[in-house]
Structures are given as structure tokens and as C-alpha cells.
């Protein structure tokens, strides 16, 4: 099956600084990406839809200022916290689809990335 | 539908026994359907999926559900391993439009040996 990537699989940063998370799609294109976020033994929330050459789209509740996206490139998207505090501590999980065929499409997730700020 | 505030529910089976997992989806226009296994901190992995135009799907082990009329789907897990603990997600979406999965709440399965 496809790959999505992620990293840093794991990152502690002190409370103000701006952390930023890759994810790849390693052997497939995907102009859309997706960005969802989890709390332990909780779903996982939908926070924005990453899209290639143009705005990410946000879901309602989720600050655009603080949870910078940018998809630079057909493989690439990045999720920047900025200013991070304690109650940005979560799991960071992107997604991104796969054509396969005339018409199957399929989502494919990264490993997920542990944010813990202090 | 989105489960803020919610905590996981748990299932506990005994190894070789038969595992049924529920969900309730929101959305009456969603199409396609698909079930997620999530293993402690890794991302979700795919199961299987159902399109809205079936109302079973059989796989290796695993069979999904889906009853439309009451927005609900459940995935059985036949002979369930060890292997098969972890926390089970059903996710909805509208089918090959690139689009944004919407996660129920997910159910904690334990196998015991």
C-alpha cells in the first residue's frame, strides 16, 4: 500500500515556540492532505484540509494563526504550532488520498506525531 | 459523529470468540463508510470500507454492517486474536470526492488469552 510519513515522530518543546510537523507522501501525489488531531482515548478531530498551491481550509473552532498549514509541494504539507503551550499537547495524525483506478480512492495516514509542551 | 467530550467505550472478548463493534454516523448525505483499527500511538489503519449502496461487506475475518435507515454500522471480527486489541473507528465520508473523514467515536477492544 501507499506511505504517508510523518516528523518528528516525537517532539518536546518549551512553552512559546513554534513546532513544526512534516508529512509526506512518499510514493504518490496528493494535491489535498488532511490534518487531524487526537487527545488520548479520544477521536480523532478533523482540524484543516491542506491543499496544494492554494489556502488551507480550516475546520470551525481551529485557528488558522496558530495552526499554520502549508503545502509546498504534490508530496509535501506542514503543520507549524505556533506559540505552543501546554494545551497544544497532543497527537498530530495527517492523511492523504490515493487514486487508485478510474475510481477508488483511498486515505492513507501517517504514523502520527506526540507534540508535548511544558 | 465527532466525539468531543466523549470517552472511548471498551470491549473485552475472550480469545477465539466473535467481537462486534457498533457505530452511530451523523451525516444522512455520507456514501462511504470505512473502519479504522488504531494501535497505541500510531496512526489509524484501514480494515475495510462499505459503500452506501451495500448494506454487508465481508472480508478477511471482518464483515461490516450498514443500516442506513438508522445511520449505523458494525464491524464483526470473527475468531478474534490478541493481535486484534486495539481501538476501532468507524469513519464517514462522501465517496471519491476527495473529502474529509468525520470519525465516530471509537470503541477500545481487549482480547484476552
Known amino acids: 500500500g501507499a506511505v504517508v510519513s510523518q516528523h518528528p515522530s516525537r517532539v518536546i518543546c518549551k512553552s512559546g515556540t513554534s513546532v513544526k510537523i512534516e508529512c509526506r507522501s512518499l510514493?504518490?501525489?496528493?494535491?489535498?492532505m488532511f490534518w487531524y488531531r487526537q487527545f488520548p482515548k479520544k477521536s480523532l478531530m478533523l482540524m484543516a484540509t491542506?491543499?496544494?498551491?492554494?489556502?488551507?481550509?480550516?475546520e470551525q473552532g481551529v485557528e488558522k494563526d496558530k495552526f499554520l498549514i502549508n503545502h509546498a509541494s504534490l508530496t509535501l504539507s506542514t503543520l507549524t504550532v505556533t506559540s505552543a503551550h501546554p494545551e497544544d499537547s497532543s497527537f498530530y495524525i495527517c492523511s492523504a488520498p490515493k487514486v487508485a483506478g478510474i475510481s477508488q480512492e483511498t486515505q492513507y495516514f501517517g504514523p502520527g506525531t506526540r507534540l508535548l509542551v511544558l | 459523529g465527532e466525539s468531543v467530550g466523549l470517552h472511548l467505550p471498551t470491549l473485552s472478548v475472550q480469545e477465539g470468540d466473535n467481537s462486534i463493534i457498533n457505530c452511530a454516523y451523523s451525516n444522512s448525505a455520507s456514501d462511504y463508510f470505512i473502519w479504522y483499527k488504531q494501535e497505541s500511538g500510531k496512526g489509524p489503519q484501514f480494515i475495510i470500507d462499505?459503500?452506501?449502496?451495500?448494506d454487508k461487506r465481508q472480508g478477511q475475518r471482518v464483515t461490516v454492517l450498514l443500516n442506513k435507515t438508522v445511520k449505523h454500522l458494525s464491524l464483526q471480527i470473527a475468531a478474534t486474536q490478541p493481535g486484534d486489541s486495539a481501538v476501532y473507528f468507524c469513519a464517514e465520508t462522501l465517496y471519491n470526492q476527495g473529502g474529509k473523514l468525520i470519525f465516530g467515536q471509537g470503541t477500545e477492544l481487549s482480547v484476552k488469552p
Open positions: 510514493d504518490f501525489q496528493a494535491t489535498t
Open positions: 462499505i459503500r452506501s449502496n451495500m
Open positions: 491542506s491543499n496544494e498551491g492554494s489556502k488551507a481550509t480550516y
